[in-house]
Nanobody, 120 residues
Framework: QVQLVESGGGLVQPGGSLRLSCAAS????????MGWYRQAPGKQRESVAT???????SYTDSVKGRFTLSRDNAKNAVYLQMNSLKPEDTAVYYC??????????????WGQGTQVTVSS
């Protein structure tokens, strides 16, 4: 059984900051790509930022320069530092990971989501 547990969402004023955390647990052998996606009401889920096991990250254009993605392979964790938040960043943010379990199957996993609301 694999779980991705997210934390750090909440309500913040425009211009503020939040840090999202995601920790993977369970019978994990190795984690490959990790990342964060978001889904705003009435919109499709979109990729926000992804990072390879080696630490190479990529960002969607709308968050470049404001969000920073990092990971700690020893803790099976990924973090999203979000600065200069805008109302349009409001969404449910989901952690995602490709990983191999002790059963030697590789699959894609999602967290349960954490709400981020940017409003004055």
């Amino acid at each position: 059984q694999v779980q991705l547990v997210e934390s750090g969402g909440g309500l913040v004023q425009p211009g503020g900051s939040l840090r999202l955390s995601c920790a993977a647990s369970g019978s994990i052998v190795s984690i490959y790509g990790m990342g964060w996606y978001r889904q705003a009401p009435g919109k499709q889920r979109e990729s926000v930022a992804t990072i390879t096991r080696g630490g190479i990250s990529s960002y969607t254009d709308s968050v470049k320069g404001r969000f920073t993605l990092s990971r700690d392979n020893a803790k099976n964790a990924v973090y999203l530092q979000m600065n200069s938040l805008k109302p349009e960043d409001t969404a449910v943010y989901y952690c995602n990971a490709d990983l191999t379990t002790t059963g030697w199957s590789t699959n894609n996993y999602w967290g349960q989501g954490t709400q981020v609301t940017v409003s004055s």
